[in-house]
């Protein structure tokens, strides 16, 4: 059973690209979760969200960003207009479904640098 | 006050030592609870989970303390190999999982 996957490990952008981040969930979750990584600091919830479903994007900043899992393939993290301060480790976990809680498995995560 | 604070160390003890983390969490109603453990520029792998009974899983123990709203690790026997951060995680309602920024443990040879 592959664990969570995500790719690229590594991308850079220049300010003002397009970045996007792909995470397929481990066999049999249907819960993802974006988690935002800084230098030194602690995981940042950005999102969760069920198949064709974001059910909570209270962590994701309102402007340039969006997420989605489809019905078919890999949950994505859309980044337009990147700057500087979106350099970060963006991990995406998931969890199996049907119940309230459940330890999330990660992925390797997507190191991102904007030059 | 954070909803979940650990004291980002770091702590270093010789190889051999018992060492313990505690984590403290603001949300009463918080339903699960877990240790996670990242090591440098990786992703954060599962620990163990924390029951009310509390559990062991060989060298390592956590305890759950919910009048005091707090939550510990307790690693005897330390390994070189122990070396990492380790993340206290809450959730603290369906879906919503709280991170600790989590507490640095070096463990000297």
């Known amino acids: 059973n592959a664990g969570v996957m995500q790719n690229p490990r590594h991308l850079v952008r220049r300010r003002g690209q397009e970045a996007r981040l792909r995470c397929s969930p481990m066999k049999g979750h249907s819960h993802v979760y974006w988690y935002r990584q800084l230098p030194e600091e602690g995981l940042k919830f950005m999102v969760y969200?069920?198949?064709?479903?974001?059910?909570?994007e209270s962590g994701m900043p309102k402007e340039r960003f969006s997420a989605e899992f489809p019905k078919e393939g890999p949950s994505i993290l859309r980044i337009q207009q990147v700057v500087r301060g979106d350099s970060a480790a963006y991990f995406c976990a998931s969890s199996p479904r049907d119940r309230d809680s459940y330890e999330q498995y990660f992925g390797p995560g997507t190191r991102l640098t904007v030059t | 006050r954070k909803e979940v604070e650990q004291d980002p160390g770091p702590f270093n003890v010789p190889e051999g030592a018992t060492v313990a983390f505690n984590c403290t969490y603001s949300n009463s109603a918080s339903q699960s609870f877990f240790w996670y453990r990242q090591d440098c520029r990786k992703e954060p792998k599962l620990l163990m989970s924390?029951?009310?009974s509390g559990n062991e899983d060989g060298r390592f123990t956590a305890q759950l303390n919910r009048a005091s709203q707090y939550i510990s690790l307790l690693i005897r026997d330390s390994k070189l190999s122990d070396s990492a951060t380790y993340l206290c995680v809450v959730n603290v309602r369906t879906y919503k999982y709280i991170f600790g920024t989590g507490t640095r443990l070096k463990v000297l040879a």
């Open positions: 924390v029951y009310s």
């Open positions: 969200l069920q198949k064709e479903n974001i059910i909570d």
